[in-house]
């Protein structure tokens, strides 16, 4: 009976640390202040996206970056222009 309770409770303790996940703080601007900030988050997904005017063409320049669940360190999706 003793095993099996020690059994038990080390099997509980190693489920808990496998779950205890990290994503990470949240990436900082790439390039200064940022003209805008976009978050989006659904469910563990999340993203933020940062937006920098260019004045000479008149687009947004963006960098995105996301972490798919509590376990998934933040990274690089896309980088990009839009008018």
């Given at each position: 009976m003793?095993?099996?309770?020690f059994l038990l409770l080390l099997l509980c303790s190693c489920h808990s640390s496998v779950?205890?996940?990290?994503?990470g703080n949240i990436p900082s601007p790439p390039w200064g202040t940022p003209s805008d900030?976009?978050?989006?988050?659904d469910h563990e997904y999340m993203s933020i996206t940062y937006w920098y005017f260019n004045p000479e063409n008149n687009e947004m320049h963006y960098k995105?970056?996301?972490?798919?669940?509590e376990c998934d360190e933040w990274h690089p999706d896309s980088e990009g222009w839009e008018k």
């Open positions: 003793k095993k099996l309770l779950l205890d996940c990290d994503r900030t976009t978050w989006y988050e995105r970056y996301v972490s798919e669940d």
